[in-house]
């Protein structure tokens, strides 16, 4: 097993684009795979489900183009999930040319129901003898040779990982196309029954829907019409009750009942078991795995619920605690020499006065002030990632959804909850940033529980879930994921928090050379809302400004905030400035005594540490002077005003997208600003009761 | 202020919203950060 050949060493021979389904259990590492293959980053996380729709990446290999279409993880191809129904539809109607079909060796049973499924499909398929390593650690021997034997398929072990193996998948790929014979696998047998009705089914079709033969692959439609799959048979316009299917599996009906779905599902499974006896030999003694060991506490049904809210709360401290020296340092880097540079630049250029101020009060005071929450972001990220690698998401989903499941709710709708809060992040410190997470979750599963019971009845979707095991994700993968998260935050302070910052500058100075701020055209809206406010404890006209700013993405009420007390608090540094070297001399040493701190913080008890966070916080220019308009008690219930109010206009533009209505962005605008509102108003109010924080 | 300033203005300001418009509203909702909302070619 050898990593894959660069394609460039091989004479490029032009043919056509050879298309690649990628198949397979969820959490099998499909879309490792496909990231180790074509050096794409498809998103990928140790928890099933993480790929929903189908992603495409493209490769060449001996001149061969190759496109791989990453497929949904599933279980079957049953039409009884959103997955399954899009891998199905896809395999049965678009016809790749070849499947892959990635197989977990370490759970070769489960895996090979699905297999048996697609090589009924009458397409050529290669298994990808996945997590390889994993199965060998755990003293699992397979027989290689006889599973290709008895499958009467290409067997290639890899470890998607670590890109073992990825140069043999690709050359049995291309190989089974080079040889020109496309040869299929074999067909399996299910049994003397089941293999005459399907015969009898078969020729039955060909007989008198030949129209059908056209669109389907015959042995499958003949199976998935025995089974009586209800899509199947819409699609095909033919009744459970048609002579053909009275005929073919009359006699099943007899035998076994009206439910043949489930004598499909025996068969299949007794196969794959089969199979499995044949080629895998397990270690005669079987240890207690670590895995296993930490789900006894992790899962714990009174522990589970605890640990999880202590993980979270442990990943927003670290958060904090690494990233918080860092935001000082480039807020102090884009309120000081970045401030300077472009004010020089744009005075150098002739620009007018108002050029300058655009730049230096519109654009680096709005982006600059979002900008500060880039290592946050990251470190955030990194943390998340990490959680996912290692499996322990997979395990939040399942806790959580053993909590709901008796509310009517279920625990998959959970994990976009857990990583979904990157547009909240910006706020003061772990502790107060974990708050406002539960705070988030909690409500979320009481409107969860209120919609069910009122708007969205009906039963939940089945949820299955596998627990991966636990695993150390690698530092490569970890960069990546990072980064490809984290990034999305650059490119939106890039694109509209930047488009924003220019627009708020001008609403800001109009009309044309205002004095006092209060009486811009912003001023004066914010002025005219904020007594919608004052009970909440933040009714000033800057507070509302930024909450109608923030109307276009939430990121930008800390943009708004940044624009609008600049102007309040700038002032002129005493001296002469400093020079352009001694600009970046101070950048670079300010880094430096940063990642000192950051360290510092990491390894420091946690009580010292958030105290010595907190006062430094004092010392921020944009928080100091905010700090003057709220209090500790109105500040927090201001920013669970931010999480909770009316959905941005990235939401609107998704709800129209979806729904081809604006019904239900209505319906989410009036509930979301009520709610938010609401609780804005406990929080405050019942704070002022209990004397907390006023 | 003079007509480059109204000018440069006009170009601001339409530069924005084309920006708003395009990064917002054209990408249908496309939520930075959201798992599976891209799609990757």
């Known amino acids: 097993m050898t990593a894959p050949t660069a394609a460039r060493s091989f004479p490029v021979v032009e043919t056509a684009v050879l298309r690649v389904a990628v198949a397979g259990n969820p959490n099998s590492g499909k879309s490792t795979l496909i990231n180790s293959l074509a050096g794409t980053r498809l998103h990928v996380g140790n928890w099933p489900g993480v790929t929903v729709e189908k992603k495409e990446a493209a490769l060449e290999h001996r001149g061969q183009r190759i496109a791989l279409i990453d497929l949904p993880g599933t279980y079957s191809l049953s039409p009884y999930t959103e997955e399954e129904i899009i891998a199905r539809d896809f395999l049965v109607h678009d016809r790749p040319d070849i499947i892959v079909d990635v197989v977990d060796a370490t759970n070769l049973e489960r895996n090979l129901y699905l297999t048996l499924q697609l090589l009924e499909l009458g397409i050529p398929v290669i298994v990808a003898l996945n997590i390889y390593d994993e199965a060998e650690k755990k003293g699992y021997k397979i027989d290689v040779k006889a599973m290709e034997a008895a499958l009467g398929v290409t067997v290639v072990p890899t470890v998607a990982t670590r890109k073992t193996g990825m140069n043999d998948l690709l050359e049995a790929v291309t190989g089974a196309i080079a040889k020109g014979s496309r040869s299929l696998p074999r067909s399996q047998s299910y049994g003397e029954d089941i293999e005459a009705a399907v015969k009898m089914l078969t020729a039955g079709i060909v007989d008198r829907h030949p129209a059908l033969v056209e669109r389907y692959p015959r042995r499958w439609l003949a199976l998935k019409l025995m089974e009586g799959d209800r899509r199947v048979l819409a699609e095909a316009n033919i009744s459970g009750v048609d002579s053909l299917m009275k005929d073919a599996v009359g006699h099943l009906r007899e035998a076994h009942g009206e439910d043949l779905e489930s004598l499909m599902a025996d068969a299949r499974y007794s196969l794959a078991a089969g199979l499995t006896r044949e080629v895998l030999q397990r270690p005669s003694v079987r240890k207690t795995e670590m895995t296993e060991k930490i789900d006894r506490v992790v899962l714990n049904r009174f522990l589970g619920i605890p640990i999880f809210f202590a993980a979270m709360w442990f990943v927003f401290k670290m958060t904090f605690d690494l990233s918080a020296p860092f935001a000082d340092w480039l807020d102090g880097a884009i309120n000081g020499p970045l401030t300077r540079w472009i004010e020089a630049s744009t005075n150098l250029l002739h620009g007018p006065d108002w050029l300058v101020s655009l730049m230096t009060k519109g654009v680096i005071a709005g982006v600059g002030s979002v900008l500060v929450f880039v290592p946050v972001i990251f470190a955030m990220m990194f943390f998340i990632t990490f959680l996912e690698g290692s499996g322990y998401m997979a395990r939040a989903a399942f806790v959580m959804d053993r909590a709901m499941h008796s509310m009517g709710l279920h625990g998959k709708s959970f994990i976009p909850m857990i990583l979904g809060f990157g547009c909240n992040v910006p706020a003061q410190s772990g502790t107060v940033l974990w708050s406002l997470y539960v705070m988030g979750i909690v409500l979320a599963v009481l409107m969860g529980i209120l919609f069910k019971r009122t708007l969205f009845r009906g039963e939940s979707p089945m949820f299955i879930m596998e627990l991966p095991p636990y695993r150390m994700p690698s530092g490569r993968s970890l960069a990546i994921h990072t980064w490809e998260k984290g990034k999305h935050f650059l490119i939106k302070a890039g694109t509209y928090i930047l488009a924003v910052s220019v627009l708020v500058w001008f609403l800001l100075n109009l009309p044309w050379g205002v004095e006092n701020k209060k009486d811009s055209y912003l001023g004066k809206v914010g002025s005219a809302i904020a007594p919608v406010f004052a009970p909440l404890g933040f009714g000033n006209w800057e507070a509302s400004s930024s909450l109608i700013a923030g109307v276009i993405a939430k990121e930008i009420v800390v943009g708004t905030m940044g624009e609008i007390y600049v102007r309040e608090t700038e002032k002129k540094p005493e001296g002469p400035a400093p020079t352009f070297f001694e600009d970046l001399r101070e950048i670079g040493t300010s880094f430096a005594s940063a990642g000192r701190e950051a360290f510092t913080n990491v390894i420091s008890t946690v009580g010292i540490t958030s105290l010595k966070a907190e006062e430094k916080e004092e010392e921020a220019t944009l928080r100091s002077v905010v700090a003057k308009s709220f209090t500790p008690l109105s500040a927090y219930a201001f920013m669970a005003f931010v999480l909770l109010y009316m959905p941005c206009v990235v939401a609107a533009a998704a709800f129209k997208h979806e729904f081809g209505t604006w019904k239900w962005f209505g319906v989410a605008f009036v509930y979301q600003t009520i709610l938010a509102w609401s609780v804005a108003f406990i929080v405050y109010q019942g704070g002022k009761l209990f004397g907390i924080g006023g | ?41």
């Open chain 2, 1 to 41: 202020m003079g007509i480059v300033d109204f000018v440069l203005i006009g170009l601001i300001v339409g530069g924005a919203f084309y920006l708003l418009y395009r990064s917002l509203w054209k990408k249908k909702g496309y939520c930075h950060g959201c798992d599976s909302a891209g799609k990757c070619k």
